[in-house]
């Protein structure tokens, strides 16, 4: 969840580690907030768009192809920001920690993003990008799609 309070203006919320989850925090509510705008705009549009193509009498062309592969790809950048909003909340947790962030709590936020990204090439580009801390000690368990789910966008 977003945090939606201010935070304190004394100086320990100054401090370093109050300061990266400070920021981290705003960047996650800056996209939970436009998500949230382009929620209600983009479900009007494609209310709009579904009746508007239902009163044409005219056989699925061009046109109809290009709406549907335009929803699809504003669809996949809303699941995808939705993810960093979610990388960016659990980064915040282990960044406010006065202390050293251990190993296994790395591996640990790793995982929880692989859990959450729903497309392989979220999943592929995060693997490439961000080492297993604990590679050594603990392996990483295969993706696995549910019975029934559909991954659209290869």
Known sequence: MTRTTRPPADAEACEEPQMRRHWLDWAAAQIDASLALDRDAAESLMAAVAELLESLAAPRGQAHER???AVQVHDRLMQQL??????????????????????????????????ICTMHEERALLRRMVPDACADAVPEPAHRIDAGSIELFQ
């Open 67 to 69: 709406v549907v592969a």
């Open 82 to 115: 939705t993810h960093v909003g979610a990388a960016l909340r659990g980064l915040a947790e282990l960044a406010a920690a006065a202390r050293p962030i251990a190993r296994e709590e790395w591996s640990a936020l790793r995982r929880q993003q692989l859990d």
